[in-house]
Every structure is written in structure tokens, then in C-alpha cells.
T-cell receptor, first 114, second 108 residues
Framework: DGGITQSPKYLFRKEGQNVTLSCEQNLNHDAMYWYRQDPGQGLRLIYYSQIVNDFQKGDIAEGYSVSREKKESFPLTVTSAQKNPTAFYLC?????????????FGAGSRLTVL | KNEVEQSPQNLTAQEGEFITINCSYSVGISALHWLQQHPGGGIVSLFM???GKKKHGRLIATINIQEKHSSLHITASHPRDSAVYIC??????????FGKGTRLSVIA
């Protein structure tokens, strides 16, 4: 079955460490997105990519980095520059770039900084 | 940038009650999404609509383009409907803008 796989589901990090969250899709979707979710807040866009080797900053890109070397993969690195990284991170994809109306989500990764 | 507001923020209902969740947005849209997030965190798409009304089982979504308002209704609510319901607005070629969600608890 097609879908989006995020890993790990739970991740603990010490302050000062970089961590990378994986997002893989086998839907042949062009666009991929990373969102952050905090309690009581809506999903906020971190980065998105419409095609391979291209990506754009979202509303809260500071302290994060991404790459899009393959259509299927869009990993997110939470760097030590991110001051408050504890959150739930969701990856999503859509078939026709940022203009598409269909969005499929992964199950999410919960990052906790100790 | 579009601003998306949902109400209520939290909602508790008795099993069998009719439930309404509201969503308003500030600028014209091409589509309005309703999403459901269960306690495990995964999100599934319920509806995408740009006009009128859509129905799926006990769920009904409506949108009034002139008033920039959409509602999600749940008929004969059940404890398994307990989840966070999120609306999201799509404008032009920009990514979705999400509301903060409505946390629904249905008590047996």
C-alpha cells in the first residue's frame, strides 16, 4: 500500500545535538512538507519541497534544515540552533506541488529534548 | 496570509448528540479541508470542499464562500469520534494554512 513512513516514532535528544527525522513516501508525489505541532497550536510549516533538489522555507524554518535528493525522501534535521525543539513533527506529501489540494500525512515523530 | 480560526477549541458531548465545529478564514480560498487527528497523532483527511456540502457516513461538511465559513457536523456522535478536528484553507499556489483544531470528547 502507498503511504508515508516517518521514523523514528519517538526520539530523545540531549541539548546541543543535531537529530534527523526521516520521511519516505511511495506515492510518487511531487511535493513534500514538514510541519511542527505544539499543544494548543495549529500545524506550522517548517519547510516544503515541490521538486527534487529544491525546497523553500516555511513559517518557522530557523534551526531546521532539509534536503531533497530523491523524490521519495525528504529528511528533516533539527539542529542545535533550534531553541525549543521538543514537539511533534509531521511529514506530508501532495501530488502536484504546493498548488495541489490533496495532502497525505505520515504518522508523525515525537521529539523530546532532555 | 490567510488566517484560519476554529471554534470551539474544546467540545464535550454525550453519545448520540449532534455536533457542530466551525471554521472561518480571512481571504478567498480554492479549497477548505477538514482533517481528523487521533490521539496517536496521525492525521487523516475527511473532506476537501470548495462549495456546497459533502457527506460521508455520519459526517457532513458545508462551506459558505461568501461568508468565508465552513462547518463540520457529526450526527449521532459516538465515543470513537473523539479526536482533534482540524480545518485548513488553501489559497492559490501556497501551502495550506491550518486552524488550531477542535478537541472533541464524546462520552458514553
Amino acid at each position: 500500500d502507498g503511504g508515508i513512513t516517518q521514523s523514528p516514532k519517538y526520539l530523545f535528544r540531549k541539548e546541543g545535538q543535531n537529530v534527523t527525522l526521516s520521511c519516505e513516501q511511495n506515492l510518487n508525489h511531487d511535493a513534500m512538507y514538514w510541519y511542527r505541532q505544539d499543544p494548543g497550536q495549529g500545524l506550522r510549516l517548517i519547510y516544503y519541497s515541490q521538486i527534487v533538489n529544491d525546497f523553500q522555507k516555511g513559517d518557522i524554518a530557523e534551526g531546521y534544515s532539509v534536503s531533497r535528493e530523491k523524490k521519495e525522501s525528504f529528511p528533516l534535521t533539527v539542529t542545535s540552533a533550534q531553541k525549543n525543539p521538543t514537539a511533534f513533527y509531521l511529514c506530508a506529501s501532495s501530488p502536484q506541488g504546493a498548488g495541489a489540494n490533496v495532502l497525505t500525512f505520515g504518522a508523525g515523530s515525537r521529539l523530546t529534548v532532555l | 496570509k490567510n488566517e484560519v480560526e476554529q471554534s470551539p477549541q474544546n467540545l464535550t458531548a454525550q453519545e448520540g448528540e449532534f455536533i457542530t465545529i466551525n471554521c472561518s478564514y480571512s481571504v478567498g480560498i480554492s479549497a477548505l479541508h477538514w482533517l481528523q487527528q487521533h490521539p496517536g497523532g496521525g492525521i487523516v483527511s475527511l473532506f476537501m470542499l470548495s462549495s456546497g456540502k459533502k457527506k460521508h457516513g455520519r459526517l457532513i461538511a458545508t462551506i459558505n464562500i461568501q461568508e468565508k465559513h465552513s462547518s463540520l457536523h457529526i450526527t449521532a456522535s459516538h465515543p470513537r469520534d473523539s479526536a482533534v478536528y482540524i480545518c485548513a484553507a488553501k489559497s492559490g499556489n501556497t501551502p495550506l494554512v491550518f486552524g488550531k483544531g477542535t478537541r472533541l470528547s464524546v462520552i458514553a
